[in-house]
């Protein structure tokens, strides 16, 4: 069954990221590499594709290097319904996300994408510390 990671380049979804590959192979699983874009603007969501499609593309290439069939899946919208979308989607046992530390007053304001995705999703998730 497909593995989702929830995957944006920065140094927390890096270490979900060798967790997922290392899943992906243990289960002989493809993992589906979402990342997503929020912005309103089309200028700047244009710009946000671009740059994403890089960083997407190397996680692709490092977990296929790996021997992982890996698939990049670029969403608009929040990080967490793209995650939860692209699950359902390709009806995922398992999703990965990276846990980054935020103070409890920026979960109150802006909530956690991990912990929307535990509460939301329809299958297994790990969080990667």
Known sequence: MPVILGYDGKSHTEKAL??????ALAYNSALYIVSSVA???SVDRESDIRNMKEYVEAARQRAADAGVDAHPLIEVGSPA???I??????????????RFDKTALD?????????KVIRNAHCTVIVVQ
């Open 18 to 23: 060798n967790y997922a590959i290392g899943h």
């Open 39 to 41: 912005t309103k603007d």
């Open 81 to 83: 319904d793209a995650i």
């Open 85 to 98: 979308a692209a699950a359902r989607r390709v009806d995922a046992d398992t999703i990965i996300v990276g």
């Open 107 to 115: 979960r109150m304001m802006i909530g956690s994408v991990s912990e």
